[in-house]
């Protein structure tokens, strides 16, 4: 016995700035509905304007506390990359919490990481800038706090739009308790456009220089909108981007954070 069928196709709408069709079939038996709409989040595309550039290095060992040396090996083998106006960030090198039975030490400048052929050095640049930082960077052997890092071969990636952001040193008001830190964050993110929803301060991490020690706070935001994430990322949070300090990355989730930034 033949069914009765009607089908009902409405014209293209526009949900989320793009259109959809829809058609709703009825029947006596069957009811069936086709809907499709589009995540905001797989909208976003991730702009190039700057990125991330990692280079392979061979290196032994660093110290723990690098951030300082870093620096000072790059401004001397290629000055630009430190200058004020270069909006380079240079990424702290960083290697797992424990790896084929060795433990991570604590921080100071007599404690060592030891580097896998995995390790890389990461400068996040404006895509401009990214030819001459391949062209000036790669062969050269730096002095890192009397440890050679010999620097191979870089490749470009693009910023991440995850809702988690982490990074590891936030160089903000001398002495602030975790409270008063909090509302600093909050307030200087709210200048650059960025909502704060969740927010969790680490421990004080003292990081060397010539000048005397450089207090700062590890800091994770979480539930950023991808925009927001991506800002952060381009804009940084605070001084000292040439020591690593206020540069944001992808992280996991608030779990993780709490469990490494505790003691």
């Not at 709409?37 to 797989?42: G, M, S």
């Not at 060592?112 to 930082?133: F, M, W």
């Amino acid at each position: 016995m033949k069914r009765d069928t009607n089908t009902l196709s409405h014209k293209p709408r526009r949900v989320l700035g793009r259109p959809v069709r829809f058609s709703i079939t009825y029947s006596r038996k069957i009811k069936t509905m086709f809907w499709q709409e589009d995540n905001p989040e797989t909208l976003f595309q991730v702009p190039d304007d700057i990125v991330d550039v990692l280079f392979s290095v061979t290196c032994k060992r660093l110290p723990v506390d690098h951030a300082y040396a870093l620096s000072a090996a790059l401004r001397q083998a290629v000055p630009w990359i430190v200058e004020g106006d270069s909006g380079a960030a240079v990424h702290t090198v960083h290697v797992a919490g424990s790896q084929n039975g060795w433990e991570r030490p604590d921080h100071g400048t007599d404690q060592y990481l030891i580097l896998s052929r995995r390790t890389k050095l990461t400068i996040r640049v404006p895509r401009q800038r990214t030819a001459a930082l391949l062209k000036d960077l790669e062969g050269k052997v730096l002095d890192v706090a009397g440890c050679p890092l010999t620097i191979g071969p870089g490749k470009i990636r693009r910023l991440s739009k995850e809702k988690t952001l982490f990074s590891r040193y936030v160089a903000a008001v001398p002495d602030a308790a975790e409270e008063a830190f909090l509302d600093w964050a909050a307030h200087a993110l709210s200048d650059q456009g960025i909502r704060v929803r969740k927010a969790l301060c680490g421990k004080m991490t003292l990081l060397t220089t010539p000048g005397g020690m450089l207090r700062t706070r590890s800091l994770m935001l979480s539930d950023l909108a991808p925009e927001e994430s991506v800002r952060l990322q381009q804009q940084g949070l605070g001084p000292h981007r040439e020591m690593g300090c206020g540069i944001f990355i992808p992280h996991k989730g608030i779990d993780p954070i709490s469990k490494t930034t505790s003691g």
